[in-house]
């Protein structure tokens, strides 16, 4: 079955606990994208990545890091989370950065920084 | 600046229509996008627009007008699982997805 895998799904955590979500697609995909949703503001990008080795900042990159070693992972990594980090995170992937195919989203990781 | 503007929230009749329009506002357009978000669940692909005019997918249809920088999501017969967010996204010239807000729906009996 194709699907983005995220982990964990739920994570309460303290200020300053380094902590990574993971990402996992099986399709193959060459895009993949991190998005944080907080109520009333819509998604944001916080990352994406074009191919394996590649990636840049979206809209609201600080205080998150990614990296793209296999083209199936992108886990996003908080160095020092903070309060204002709390929220729900959706890794997402599509097929090429020039596609325009649908974007696979996982099903979402809630967050609690507190 | 891009922009995505679409309204906050709509209520609607169980068995009736609805329409979410959504105006954008993208550098460059490489088409548009509607998705449905259920709470606290991820979103999931309803329909893609490049070309003005309408595209019908069962009880789901997606309107795009490229001069005027609009589009709508028609829903027909709506049912109370049809309560959802409906996102609504432009593809830039960098094959970027710029968000909107979401609008959410209610459905009454």
């Known amino acids: 079955e194709a699907q983005v895998t995220q982990n964990p799904r739920y994570l309460i955590t303290v200020t300053g606990k380094k902590l990574t979500v993971t990402c996992s697609q099986n399709?193959?995909?060459?895009?993949m994208s991190w998005y944080r949703q907080d109520p009333g503001l819509g998604l944001r990008q916080i990352y994406y990545?074009?191919?394996?080795?590649?990636?840049d900042k979206g809209d609201v990159p600080e205080g998150y890091k990614v990296s793209r070693k296999e083209k199936r992972n992108f886990p996003l990594i908080l160095e020092s989370p903070s309060p204002n980090q709390t929220s729900l995170y959706f890794c997402?992937?599509?097929?090429?950065?020039?596609?325009?195919?649908?974007?696979?989203f996982g099903e979402g990781s809630r967050l609690t920084v507190l | 600046g891009q922009n995505i503007d679409q309204p906050t929230e709509m209520t609607a009749t169980e068995g009736a229509i609805v329409q979410i329009n959504c105006t954008y506002q993208?550098?460059?357009?490489?088409?548009l996008f509607w998705y449905q978000q259920h709470a606290g669940e991820a979103p999931t692909f309803l329909s893609y627009?490049?070309l003005d005019g309408l595209e019908e997918k069962g009880r789901f249809s997606s309107f795009l007008s490229r001069s005027k920088g609009y589009s709508y999501l028609l829903l027909k017969e709506l049912q109370m699982k049809d309560s959802a967010s409906y996102l609504c996204?432009?593809?830039?010239?960098?094959?970027?997805?710029?968000w909107g807000a979401g609008t959410k729906l209610i459905i009454k009996p």
């Open positions: 997402a992937s599509r097929e090429g950065q020039g596609d325009v195919g649908e974007l696979f």
């Open positions: 399709m193959n995909h060459e895009y």
């Open positions: 990545s074009m191919n394996v080795e590649v990636t």
């Open positions: 993208t550098s460059g357009f490489n088409g």
């Open positions: 627009n490049v």
């Open positions: 996204a432009g593809l830039d010239s960098n094959y970027q997805l710029i």
